[in-house]
């Protein structure tokens, strides 16, 4: 196979997917419209292995579909007797090894790549409790819960995820960002948002009774707009 | 020693035959305790399904009162356990049970009475979980995951999460009795000449999905009995406050519980493995190939279980080889697709109720089988870890997977278990109803978690509501299929026309012992042991 027409596959086969996701969700969703280097990482390597692990599902679920509508029992026909082929067996063992090899490879550097926490603008601390989060902002002294966290556009901002009590999950599908907050460790992650605008994500890991209620929403604004909210903030407005 | 044709009687209970209620009670009959299995797996599985039908209502539409979230939270752990606990494994153990020492030649399992004791001590288990949900506090809430501290004492004060705890230690040594009783069952019982490459696959696959039970079962008890001791006797485990670490239960729980979804899936691909050939008329393709790649599954099974793991800040290099082991996996699940796909090719394919669900089976495996593939994949998995994307993708593997699969297995096997034939009409009626209404309410489930709802929430956001509305239909439709099952299997058990000893007409090649005997098959199975040439 080519790089062309693993090229042309990867894009057909990201048109299908658009198609039939557009058909299933919101123009903003994190698979069309990425507002985070993490996010269109992520989207890259969702497509690649679309791309590459499209082909065996396609033609297996053709080839039973054959067979079935083919080789129905006919008077007279007898069955076919074969029932092994080792070239076969060898060759179906090592193309999908080979294609598994070639997916580890944007695998590990994107996984690198969001693990690596480039230097940051900004830290916020993301705490959750039952059933609410905590934000701290420790460079300027700022502490608030149960209200969306803000945060300026074209920062790299880290967040240190922690828990008071049970374990919860910050996860904001827009941004690609997931990550457990667990009782007595801190786990660190970040993001870049490109644009403004209000993102909307909730806890991803079961906390109790209102599990389902613990929201998480993040304004995305300005840096200039950012600095005068920050500065209100620390006058405790 | 593989039992000589002389080998004495081993059960004792059959010198006065008993009838009646002690016969099912005091038996040590294999084929008994077998459809025993049978009877309490699809009890849990109607329970464990009118559950997951109550979910899906409450999840029709946002913002609907059905259930208060905290009974939602409960019937969601329940439907799990159970489903999992006491419908997948134990029915595999039934099929299991009943099918494997007649396919190796053997009067019963080499330990009648521990076979008894793994069954009975399913009954206990059910009824602590059963009974939890009407303690106070209700019963265990946390998911079948039970994740600490969510299900230590501090946020889960009453007794439900101790008899989740006590109920899977009863079913999990019960597993662990039957592992032994079928490792030791198909090492020593064969017939004479049965050798390694003669046992059926069937018999391969359950006796390397005991192998898996025996060596992963210990280490949930331990856990489980860790989270009990932080629970009553002031241990701190997986208490932070006190030094204890939450994640370290979730090594120790997914150490068990990756396995177990090979536990749960291996013994169907050996159902398949069987039920295929017979309706093609065709040898298995590959049977070598099928066995090993069944025991390389069961190895590298041991070694995936951070997948579950990538977003609770392991370290990247750890990561890095969870991922890669779990997209290894991906090749000998492969190697059982197309080895399949070349059993059913050339054959004289016969359409028939088990058939229809063997080769659903093949069609839905391999959509679990992709997501799995991305999944493996850690930035992916990130992405859609704990949404609606993993709830599809778990049960394209064990509703598409293990529970087609048990389909197939059971209709194939009732003629002979029974003594009575199914109605065929019906049979295919309940298969399109399964076929379709699990596509209507497991595909949606993907779009759902790559647009970012996540899993386990009694209510969600307006934006996923479409997709919502098609899956609880789908739920419907299962339910209205699930209802033909029953009604079909009840109605053939007391009314059903007598079967044959062998009424689907195997070829020589595909005949396993079990059709050389009457249907059922008699006490201890053969007058003489049957010699394997």
Known sequence: MTFATLRLRHGLMAAAVAVALVAAGPAWAWYLDPVTPVAHEVRTLFFKALALTGGFFILAEVLVLVAVLRFRARPGVPPA????????????????????????????????????????????????HQWFWEYRYPEHGVVFANE?????????????????????????ADF???????????????????????????????????HGDMHIEVRVVTPEEFDRWIEQKKRGA | MSGGSHAPSMT??????????SKWLFTTDHKLIGVMYVWLGFFFFAVGGLFALLLRTQLASPGLHVLKPEVYNQLMSLHGTFMIFFFTIPILAGLGNYIVPIQIGARDMAFPRVNAI??????????????????????????????????DRQYSPGPGVDLWILGLHLAGLSSILGAINFVVTVTNLRAPGMTLWKIPMFCWAVFITQCIILFATPVLAGALTMLLTDRMFGTAFFLPSAGGDPVLWQHLFWFYSHPAVYIMVLPGMGMISQVL???????????????????????????????????????????????????????????????????????????????????????LFVIGGATGVWLALVPFDVQVHDTYFVVAHLHYVLFGGSLMAIFAGLYYW?????????????????????????????????????????????????????????ATLGSYVLGVGMLLFFVNMLWSLWKGPRATADPWEHIEATKTLEWTVTSPPPAENFATLPIIR
Request: aromatic residues 14%.
């Open chain 1, 81 to 128: 007797t074969f029932h092994e082929n080792v070239r076969l067996e060898i060759l179906w063992t090592a193309i999908p090894a080979i294609t598994l090899v070639i997916l580890a490879g944007p695998t590990f550097t994107t996984l690198k790549y969001m693990e690596t926490v480039p230097k940051s603008d900004l830290t916020v601390e993301v705490i959750g």
């Open chain 1, 148 to 172: 969306p966290l803000v945060v300026p556009q074209g920062k790299i901002i880290a967040a240190d995820v922690s828990s008071i009590d049970v374990v919860h999950s910050w996860f904001v």
């Open chain 1, 176 to 210: 690609g960002v997931k990550m457990d907050a667990n009782p007595g460790r801190v786990n660190h992650t970040w993001f870049e948002v490109e644009r403004t605008g209000t993102f909307r994500g909730q806890c991803a890991e079961l906390c109790g009774v209102l």
């Open chain 2, 12 to 21: 004792d209970a059959h010198a006065k035959p008993r009838t009646g209620i």
């Open chain 2, 118 to 151: 793994s069954f009975w001590l399913l009954i206990p288990a059910g009824l602590m979980m059963i009974s939890s949900m009407f303690l106070q506090g209700g019963a265990a809430a946390g998911g079948w995951t039970s994740y600490p501290p969510l299900s």
């Open chain 2, 277 to 363: 050939p017979v309706f093609a008329s065709k040898r298995l393709f590959g049977y070598k190939g099928l066995v090993i790649s069944t025991a390389g599954i069961g190895v590298i099974g041991f070694l995936v279980w951070g997948h579950h793991m990538f977003s609770t800040g392991i370290d990247p290099s750890l990561r890095f080889f969870f991922s890669l082991a779990s997209m290894v996996i991906a090749v000998p699940t492969g190697v059982k697709i197309w080895s399949w796909i070349a059993t059913i090719w050339g054959g004289s394919i016969r359409l028939r109720t088990p058939m229809l669900y063997a080769v659903g089976f093949i069609a």
């Open chain 2, 414 to 470: 009732f003629p002979k278990i029974s003594g009575r034939l199914y109605n065929e009409k019906l049979g295919q009626l309940h298969f399109w109803f399964t076929f379709i209404g699990m596509n209507l309410t497991f595909m949606p489930m993907h779009f759902m978690g790559i647009l970012g709802m996540p899993r386990r929430i009694y209510t969600y956001q307006a934006q996923y509501a479409s997709w919502n509305h098609v």
